[in-house]
């Protein structure tokens, strides 16, 4: 059998642009052959985050011609004590993208760390090229990647919410392209710095929680006709959180895994002992790491709907209402003050003020299984596990979760607006593709940071609202709370030394 060669990044590159030299003579799609990318016009991307989300991800986003990952960065090194929503779903997912049925099969537990992400993005470039390759470098800290790392383009950062805003501002003072998840930081202060940031330095970005919703259309329509009348209320309820949620931070003491550097995924977080309930899928319930339910689905919902609807301003309050939970010390029960995480489930009231299309209205979240009364006209129904709902004073519209698939109430009215015919059906939507044409082009895309302004600040604006546990009148001009002085400390955070934004 002949032995592959091992060839490096820039061996790489300069193996597959030997073809590009005939391109004065040979057109590139007969060269390459349909959809064929010459290595120049890719797009180098940096992959910080290396967790089961960030892993999931890339067995996607790899098969993509117009990119090629160069760098991937993640704190822990490499363990299998990761948590996710199915015991194979990311071995399963790494074999099919590497065609290796038997990958990972010695793995106890589901893997991931960065040198997962490398063995991934070096196993299936190697497999394109037909040789060894190894030209994708790997990094604990993401400071260093950026700093040594000069050709790459753009990056991808699937890390837990707190480093969000500090990856992506560092990313962009060096003029790199920016992808990231939601939210665009865990802290009101740090999530407008980024969008700041973005303005200031003018690269592309985009909030993955972006999509074309088609269904948000209708419902603009619909409201525009007077269908539901004056519009007064919008309600969005979710499932979430799937994951555990605590009230207290915990007490015993974990020795931090072999090859997981702890300090570094604390980042901005003051100092405190490892322990295995902060990382890995469950960050995302405590107010130091996370940003709660609102902020892992809330995205996906009322971003495409503000966008649409027209809703460009912060709401004027925020009220919330959280679960609360009892311990029990010496035979004695008593109430947990718990500020540390987000409850197991919460309602959260909005009010905001009219918009060029919208009278005045109220918004409404719900998780943890609340959800709002089920409307008379739905009869004996019950309301699905998520959804959305928008009231007016003459009628109410019903979708999906992420406003698809909307219907009016009573279902008369449907028949006769709609006269027999059936709403378009939603198709999928291919997000990543948004991104990589303005990357490509140095444009903004529809997601980009830059329109993410009232969405982020309503949404971050509920968590400090469950903090505060009462209601909060909000300056949005001044990035203030005008009724509760002590509440303005939750829209910034106690940085650790050095980590200062």
Known sequence: MRKKRTITRRQFIDTTAKASLAFTIIPRHVLGGPGYIAPSDKLNIAYIGCGTQGLREMCDLIARPELQIVSVCDPNKMSTNYIDW?????????????????WGENFQGIPGGRDIGKELVEKYYSKQNNSNYKGCTAYADFRELLEKEK???AVKIMTPDHLHAHVSIAAMKKGKQVVIHKPLGNRLYEAKLVIGTARETGVSTHLLAWSKRPGTELVKQWIAEGHIGQLKSIHNWSNR????????????????????????????VPDRPYHPNYTHNVFRGWYDFGAGSIADMGHYSLWPLFLTLGINTAPLSAEAYGTTTSAVDNHVSHGVQN?????????????????????????????????????????????????????GDKGIIMAGFRCENPRLLPDSKM?????GQTPKKEEPDSNDQYWIDAFKNKTQSPGSFLN????????LLGGVALRAKKKLEYDAAKMK??????????LYREYRKGWEL
Do not use: H
């Open 339 to 391: 500020d540390v995480a987000f409850p197991y489930s919460c309602i959260v009231r909005f009010k905001f003020p009219k918009q060029e299309s919208l009278p005045p209205f109220e918004l409404f979240w719900y998780d943890g299984g609340m959800r709002p009364t089920t409307p008379d006209e739905l009869g004996n129904a019950t309301l699905e596990k998520e959804g959305m709902m928008f009231v």
């Open 415 to 419: 028949q006769s607006v709609m006269k």
């Open 241 to 268: 959180p799937v994951w555990p949620q605590w009230t207290t931070n915990p007490t015993d003491t974990t020795p931090v895994p072999e090859g997981f550097d702890w300090s570094l995924w604390l980042g901005p």
């Open 452 to 459: 993410a302004g009232a969405v982020t600040e309503t949404i």
């Open 86 to 102: 199915s015991p194979n779903g990311i071995r399963d997912g790494i074999r099919k993208a590497l065609n290796e049925p038997t």
């Open 481 to 490: 709370i005008t009724n509760d002085e002590a509440a303005n400390k939750y």
């Open 151 to 153: 050709d790459i383009d």
